[in-house]
């Protein structure tokens, strides 16, 4: 990895932010030229699968990086990875990754009364003990479109809600304190997978696009179906660790420097940013 990416580390005031709201925005994670050239590749891969569609309007795409350069770059990326390693340490891996499409809702179809409040990682929620849960994840999504107001299939949150294995409130209703995430096209969002979210409809005319990473521990199962065999020519030793290589099955748990290349980079170029 380039070096230049410390200047991107964790800072104590973003730290704060993530523990207590359960999210942090990055804004203008990527640039402008990198929208248009993810948000071609995104439309790319819309037409290909529409047939993947989901009620609602929405394409809920995974299984892609190895679609295009530009894909691969991201697990890495600059102005995030950094805030993730700050979050998580060095023992981990790319867990999971989705584009997400949503396009204008139809007149016809009656609007949901309330969102799809979840937590992620599925039955993790329901066999695990302890309340809180364990953190075990973060995701970071890119947001391609402008979702600087309301109405526009935000990504919506608790802000506060990862601390709390319930969302008590109505069921016929969204909790009082939900609220859209807006932001610019470019702004990255990095969020716990206990924070309590849902997508919302796209009431507007513009088609919201989407793309995410999500990051664990090595030793959780990653729920991508691509493995390190996919990319057989990844010879990058940090982005091996995160495309799940390791020695053997022990190398997950209990793993030797050759399995976490990013524990020995850290300690040469950013040893203060880990705790």
Known sequence: ????????CLTDAEREAFERDGFLLVPDALSAVEVDRLTGLVDEMGRRRASEVEPGGRLHLRDFLHD????????DWPTTFPKIWGILGWHIQLYL??????????AEQPLPKRLGWHQDSGRVNLEMEGNPRPRLSVKVGYFLSDVTVPGRGNFCVVPGSHRRNLLEGPGDADPPDAMPVCVAPGTAVLFDRRLWHAPSPNISTITRK???YG??????R????????DYPDCHDPIRRQLLGASRDGHGYSSPEPGDVPLKAWLEEHAAGSVQ
Not at 215 to 220: A, C, E, I, K, P
Request: proline share 9%; net charge negative; with cysteine.
């Open 1 to 8: 990895m380039d070096p230049s990416c410390t200047e991107h």
């Open 68 to 75: 295009d350069p530009m894909f691969m770059d991201l697990l």
């Open 97 to 106: 990754s989705h584009v997400d499409i949503t396009s204008p809702w139809k």
């Open 210 to 212: 989407a793309v995410f």
């Open 215 to 220: 990051y664990s521990y090595r030793w959780l």
């Open 222 to 229: 990653p729920r991508d179906n691509l493995r390190i065999e």
